[in-house]
């Protein structure tokens, strides 16, 4: 299958990187573009990385420590500025 893959992809000009590429079935699931998609009970699920989402969180925690001597409001307001994300 694989070879399959990497002369179809050839004709069209691409390659397949071995080091970064597996065969996995669909419902272990795999990491593309920063989500995590798996085949499961019937459907496809797409969800954000769990490493993605950790590190999101881990730099609203360190926002609001830097903030603490602000108020509630002003910390939700910058929150919600396109700065922000």
């Known amino acids: 299958m694989l070879i399959q893959l990497k002369q179809w992809m050839s004709e069209r000009g691409?390659?397949?990187s071995t080091e970064k590429s597996k065969i996995v079935h669909r419902n272990e699931g795999f990491d593309?573009?920063?989500?995590?998609?798996?085949h499961y009970g019937g459907k496809l699920l797409t969800k954000p990385q769990k490493s993605k989402v950790l590190d999101?969180?881990?730099k609203i925690s360190d926002e609001?420590?830097?903030k603490v001597d602000w108020a509630q409001e002003a910390i939700i307001n910058e929150s919600n500025s396109?700065?922000?994300c």
């Open 56 to 58: 999101f969180c881990k």
């Open 64 to 66: 609001v420590k830097e």
């Open 14 to 16: 691409l390659e397949i």
């Open 32 to 38: 593309f573009l920063s989500f995590n998609l798996r």
């Open 82 to 84: 396109p700065r922000f």
